[in-house]
């Protein structure tokens, strides 16, 4: 089915869930079970991604808890080639566009999440996304999901930094502010380098940066 357009049959949905018991990998059509919307508490009525939970056609329940309680969130709209959110989100692609929601965007220096969230790099936007660090997420630990790390830090590549293990997969570090002169990255021959190309910057991002070792 299409998430996009919602073409399911009447007093159904198109929803990602997981065709092995892992991750969203795929989509299918499923009962309309409730009629939660965006924000609103919700319940999925299995563990794992299934996709069977009582939000409203058009939403999906998210950062959902060993109780099985999260909260509604918007499912994009338009189409995978020009994703629309009806309300104030940022649509955030993952999983091969198997999933498509709209998340609440954010500002990565000032961390301004609601709820404890992690505002991260999501595609070329800031976007709150629930904290998946634990006891782990601490500067120069290992991760391998970009909601790994503590608020402030971010996952980046383990040659960011030569306190990072060069095996892991990713290594969290913080994120810098470049008109602030006063900073000072904690690795050895770090520097505060933009996290965007020369002159791609967004302008409400053009100060967001990285600790990372120079090129």
Same mark, same amino acid.
């Given at each position: 089915?299409?998430?996009?357009?919602?073409?399911?049959?009447?007093?159904?949905?198109?929803?990602?869930?997981?065709?092995?018991?892992? /991750?969203?990998?795929?989509?299918?059509?499923?009962?309309?079970?409730?009629?939660?919307?965006?924000?609103?508490?919700?319940?999925? #009525?299995?563990?794992?991604?299934?996709?069977?939970?009582?939000?409203?056609?058009?939403?999906?329940?998210?950062?959902?808890?060993?109780?099985?309680?999260?909260?509604?969130?918007?499912? *994009?709209?338009?189409?995978?080639?020009?994703?629309?959110?009806? /309300?104030?989100? #940022?649509?955030?692609?993952?999983?091969?566009?198997?999933?498509?929601?709209?998340?609440?965007?954010?500002?990565?220096?000032?961390?301004?999440?609601?709820?404890?969230?992690?505002?991260?790099?999501?595609?070329?936007?800031?976007?709150?996304?629930?904290?998946?660090?634990?006891?782990?997420?601490?500067?120069?630990?290992?991760?391998?999901?970009?909601?790994?790390?503590?608020?402030?830090?971010?996952?980046?590549?383990?040659?960011?930094?030569?306190?990072?293990?060069? /095996?892991?997969?990713?290594?969290?570090?913080?994120?810098?502010? #470049?008109?602030?002169?006063?900073?000072?990255?904690?690795?050895?021959?770090?520097?505060?380098?933009?996290?965007?190309?020369?002159?791609?910057?967004?302008?409400?991002?053009? /100060?967001?940066?990285? *600790?990372?070792?120079?090129?």
């Amino acid at each position: 089915c299409d998430l996009f357009t919602q073409n399911c049959p009447e007093g159904e949905k198109c929803a990602p869930y997981s065709a092995d018991g892992g /991750n969203w990998n795929a989509r299918k059509c499923v009962p309309v079970m409730g009629d939660g919307q965006p924000g609103d508490p919700c319940m999925a #009525l299995v563990r794992g991604a299934s996709g069977l939970d009582d939000c409203a056609k058009g939403a999906m329940c998210w950062e959902v808890d060993l109780e099985k309680l999260g909260h509604c969130v918007e499912v *994009c709209s338009g189409s995978e080639e020009m994703p629309e959110c009806k /309300n104030d989100g #940022l649509c955030a692609v993952s999983g091969g566009s198997v999933l498509a929601i709209c998340l609440s965007p954010c500002d990565p220096l000032g961390q301004d999440c609601p709820g404890g969230d992690l505002c991260i790099f999501v595609g070329d936007s800031f976007m709150c996304v629930v904290d998946a660090s634990g006891d782990e997420g601490q500067a120069f630990d290992p991760c391998e999901f970009a909601n790994a790390c503590d608020h402030g830090l971010v996952c980046l590549a383990p040659d960011s930094a030569a306190e990072c293990d060069p /095996n892991a997969t990713g290594c969290c570090l913080p994120f810098c502010d #470049l008109s602030d002169p006063a900073f000072v990255c904690p690795g050895v021959g770090q520097a505060c380098v933009s996290l965007y190309e020369e002159g791609m910057a967004p302008e409400t991002f053009k /100060n967001v940066g990285t *600790c990372a070792v120079p090129a």
